[in-house]
């Protein structure tokens, strides 16, 4: 079974603070992507890649970065935390193909808020 | 713009009556679809997807969804309703990105509600 772990369910952080989350999937999966999710909005995708060092931004990427040194591996950095991020984030990994047909997999989240 | 539409907020229903989860697509091209659960807490949950072939696709617990083309619909059915299948459901379509990847765009999201 897939896993996708986000290493954090809930994280309080300071205004102006440098943010990390983490995600690690166990599938050796080429794809993984970053998601906020707010109520009334819907996911909203702010950066993925589709391989070792490639990123790509979403629709919201502003205000983040993202880094990917491992295949396993995708952090979300937000620069300097402003309480409009204060969001529940979702990491996703999925396999690739030609067709990018293949389901997403998701971690349980992490609950963040910027106080 | 290629979007989709979860036209509904909530929908209520009893339990052991049939449910519909509506979803609409605008898309150039073939569409490729997916329905996703998310319980309280936890992440979404893949349920079932559409690329081509049998209009309609059957996914997990027991949930299968139809895709009409004339309708640009691809609604999420269930016989029978559980109070167990209350949660938030997501419709996702397949969106073209620069440099030829294709990302899921996601719908807002329908919470589900049965009640005993």
């Known amino acids: 079974d897939v896993k996708v772990t986000q290493s954090s369910r809930y994280l309080v952080k300071r205004t102006g603070e440098k943010v990390f989350l983490e995600c690690v999937q166990d599938?050796?999966?080429?794809?993984m992507f970053w998601y906020r999710q707010d109520p009334g909005l819907g996911l909203r995708l702010i950066y993925f890649s589709y391989d070792v060092k490639m990123k790509e931004k979403g629709d919201i990427p502003e205000g983040y970065s993202v880094s990917r040194e491992k295949k396993e591996r995708f952090s979300l950095i937000l620069e300097s935390a402003s309480t409009n991020q204060t969001s529940m984030y979702l990491c996703?990994?999925?396999?690739?193909?030609?067709?990018?047909?293949?389901?997403?997999?998701f971690g349980d989240g992490t609950r963040l808020s910027i106080l | 713009a290629q979007s989709v539409a979860q036209p509904e907020d909530q929908v209520n229903v009893a339990e052991g009556n049939p449910l519909t989860v509506k979803c609409t697509y605008s898309v150039s091209g073939n569409p490729y679809l997916f329905w996703y659960v998310q319980y309280p807490n936890r992440g979404l949950q893949f349920l079932l997807k559409?690329?081509?072939?049998?209009?309609l696709v059957k996914g997990s617990y027991g949930f299968e969804a139809e895709f009409n083309k004339s309708q640009t619909s691809f609604h999420l059915k269930k016989p029978s309703a559980l109070v167990s299948d209350s949660a938030l459901y997501f419709c996702?379509?397949?969106?073209?990105?620069?440099?030829?990847?294709?990302?899921?765009?996601f719908g807002r999201g329908t919470s589900l509600i049965v009640h005993p």
């Open positions: 599938m050796d999966h080429e794809n």
């Open positions: 996702a379509v397949r969106v073209p990105r620069s440099g030829g990847s294709y990302i899921p765009t």
């Open positions: 996703a990994s999925s396999s690739s193909g030609t067709t990018w047909n293949q389901p997403q997999h």
């Open positions: 559409y690329i081509t072939g049998d209009n």
